[in-house]
């Protein structure tokens, strides 16, 4: 919803003042731009993506960021079962590569494959 709809449903009364605040401060949020800072523990935290910081350890942030075309790949093929916030991001291109056989998995070996220890998945409740 843009904030011209927003606007004319509360002079229409389809909306409350409150709700109408709560949807504009979340177009704001959307269109804000990205930005990291230091949290107090010594985390980073990225500002800008929803309402809260997404605050995670500079070691999973580097494990986050060496799983990402794992995401981006399980974004396309789950792209009709997935629910977009604003609308679809464009499709991304996997440089010529065609897709791996398996989706994003706990399966130990795929895990092992993208780096990460499969034993951590279990204490992470991904098994």
Not at 81 to 88: A, F, G, K, N, Q
Request: hydrophobic share 35%; glycine share 6%.
């Amino acid at each position: 919803m843009q904030r011209k709809e927003i606007l004319a449903k509360v002079a229409a009364g389809e909306l409350t003042p409150e709700e109408a605040d709560r949807l504009l401060a979340e177009l704001d949020s959307e269109s804000a731009v990205l930005t990291c800072k230091v949290s107090p523990k010594g985390a980073v935290s990225v500002y800008g993506l929803q309402r809260m910081p997404v605050t995670l350890y500079a070691d999973q942030w580097h494990r986050l960021l060496a799983f990402g075309d794992d995401i981006r790949r399980f974004i396309e093929e789950h792209r009709e079962e997935l629910r977009w916030r604003v609308r679809p991001e464009p499709q991304v291109e996997t440089q010529g590569e065609p897709p791996k056989e398996s989706t994003v998995t706990t399966d130990r070996s795929v895990a092992s494959e993208s780096g990460v220890n499969p034993d951590s998945l279990e204490s992470q409740g991904c098994d």
